[in-house]
Nanobody, 122 residues
């Protein structure tokens, strides 16, 4: 029943910006949400998470100060503002919902989107 769809990925030069969006249905936005990324040949990495109300946010060390997570519950939409992009940010970015434990654990998230690719050129 739960469904998540990411959008907004693409090709950008180093130092540039992108905004990713994630839209959900089936009650998936009735709890915390998160963003994850996976580069070729690497494990899926935590990017950011946000509480139901938006009052608490969490960021991975590699994106602190550059990325901002937000949500609009009236629109069932979550955003990731990505600034000062670096080549090492290149990955497929996924949104996740329905947490069942600690936000930092991949296994805590029940519902996942299909991902949107981000490529940062140098």
């Amino acid at each position: 029943q739960a469904h998540l769809v990411e959008s907004g990925g693409g090709l950008v030069q180093a130092g540039g910006s992108l905004r990713l969006s994630c839209t959900g249905s089936g009650g998936v936005f009735n709890s915390g949400l998160s963003w994850w990324r996976q580069a070729q040949g690497k494990e899926r990495q935590f990017v950011a998470a946000i509480s139901l109300s938006g009052g608490a946010t969490y960021y991975g060390d590699s994106v602190k100060g550059r990325f901002t997570i937000s949500r609009d519950n009236a629109k069932n939409t979550m955003y990731l503002e990505m600034n000062t992009l670096k080549p090492e940010d290149t990955a497929v970015y996924y949104c996740a919902g329905n947490p069942g434990g600690n936000y930092y654990y991949t296994s805590s998230w029940e519902s996942w989107g299909q991902g949107t690719p981000v490529t940062v050129s140098s």
